[in-house]
């Protein structure tokens, strides 16, 4: 099957958005196919409309997102919507694919080799990078039917990172995510170790606390001191002069 063919069963599946669809056109276009390409995609917009292709029903903007709009500026938004979301699927389905590839390469060379190659400039990341995926892929990411699009909220040094979690650890960081929530590396460290970490922290105030009020009662003691130290000096005074101490203030 030529690539133009294949092209046109792809587009006749709907297994192209239309953002996709104008990058694969972008690619690999020669001018003997530039017509027949185009009577495909004349073709495809003949028969599958936006609002066919896309489910503007399932976005849910709310009224605030809509107020004062035009029918046309929401669906705008909608498709725009779902295309946003399809995107992030897919960036998230080639985070799970390169950390398969790398660990695959990993796996068929010798280990002297896989350095050689992380530090040869033919992938397009730097060594750190490639390692965490494969540490991710291999303690975790591999077997995880975690949703693609909750990847891309998280970098290759978080993913490794979650990789001695337990499977109820990885779904607090999950569920963050889901909430929206940007998560650094320092924050998922954190939500892993969960009411350890509360604990540690709150143990390391406690014992703060007790430092600075030590200091305190050093400061009263001294202060004191002092007045003890006065008011002995005084009395060897009158003492010596054989007086009885009437006022000691």
């Known amino acids: 099957m030529s690539a133009l063919n294949a092209l046109a069963l792809r587009l006749s599946l709907g297994a192209f958005s239309r953002q ?15 017509r027949a390409t185009f009577t495909i995609v004349r073709l495809f917009d003949m028969t599958v409309t936006p609002a066919e292709a896309l489910d503007l029903g399932s976005v849910v903007l709310g009224e605030d997102v809509e107020k004062g709009l035009v029918p046309a500026q929401v669906s705008f938004i909608k498709e725009s919507t ?41 992938i397009k990341c730097s060594p750190r990078f490639a390692t965490d995926l494969v540490n991710a892929h291999e303690k ?12 891309t909220g998280l970098t290759p040094r978080s993913l490794a990172a979650m990789g001695n979690a337990s499977d109820k650890e990885r779904d607090k960081v999950f569920a963050l995510l889901e909430e929206g929530t940007p998560m650094t ?13 509360r604990k540690s922290n709150s143990g390391a105030r406690n014992v703060n606390d007790q430092v600075e009020a030590w200091k305190a009662k050093c400061k009263t003691l001294q202060v004191e001191n002092k007045m003890l130290k006065a008011q002995i000096t005084k009395l060897k005074e009158l003492n010596a002069i054989g007086s009885l101490p009437g006022d000691l203030s």
């Open 20 to 34: 996709a669809l104008s990058r694969q056109l972008l690619q690999g276009v020669t001018s003997s196919s530039l």
């Open 82 to 122: 779902i295309e946003i979301n399809e995107e992030l699927m897919t960036a998230g389905q080639c985070l799970r694919a390169v950390a398969s590839h790398l660990h695959q390469i990993k796996q068929n060379v010798r280990p002297g080799n896989w350095k050689a190659f992380l530090r040869s400039g033919a």
């Open 140 to 151: 975790w990411l591999g077997g995880s039917d975690v949703a693609d699009e909750l990847l």
């Open 185 to 197: 590396e320092a924050l998922v460290r954190k939500t892993l170790k969960g009411s350890k970490y």
